[in-house]
């Protein structure tokens, strides 16, 4: 088991760090907005896309979210991910920036099957009775 919340952490920090923290801190600059609008987005999508991403992290990382708020969570970045990956195959052709959503997906799925893993366990846990 410990193992396996090794994984999940690791995998859940890589999600939070690539995908959370990293828009955070560059959603307003030149590069960001150049981006959005090379896809054909509204500027106003930066913005909202930007908060649901730190939301989404927020939830994935903090312990005390469980159940279906963070099913949402992960939800929510497989919808950001296959959509990231349509988006630029759309506009730029399958390449480098197709591939890396479908490498972020691949590492959220990770997550998500060590979530399931250690809830799993946590249920099947009997909680001893001391007297």
């Not at 952490?9 to 600059?29: C, E, H, R, S």
Request: aromatic share 14%; hydrophobic share 50%.
């Amino acid at each position: 088991m410990k193992k396996i919340k090794t994984i999940y952490w690791i995998t859940t920090g890589l999600i939070v760090a690539f995908d959370g923290l990293i828009p955070a801190l560059t959603f307003n600059t030149p590069l960001a907005r150049a981006g959005i609008s090379d896809l054909g987005y509204p500027d106003y999508f930066r913005i909202l896309l930007t908060f649901f991403k730190v939301t989404g992290a927020l939830v994935l990382i903090l312990p005390f979210f469980k159940g279906r708020i963070k099913e949402w969570a992960y939800a929510g970045f497989t919808f950001n991910f296959v959509s990231a990956m349509i988006s630029h195959t759309v506009v730029d052709g399958f390449g480098g920036q197709s591939i890396l959503p479908i490498v972020a997906l691949a590492i959220l799925a990770v997550s998500y099957i060590c979530y399931q893993q250690i809830q799993k366990e946590e249920v099947h846990v009997i909680p001893s009775v001391s007297r």
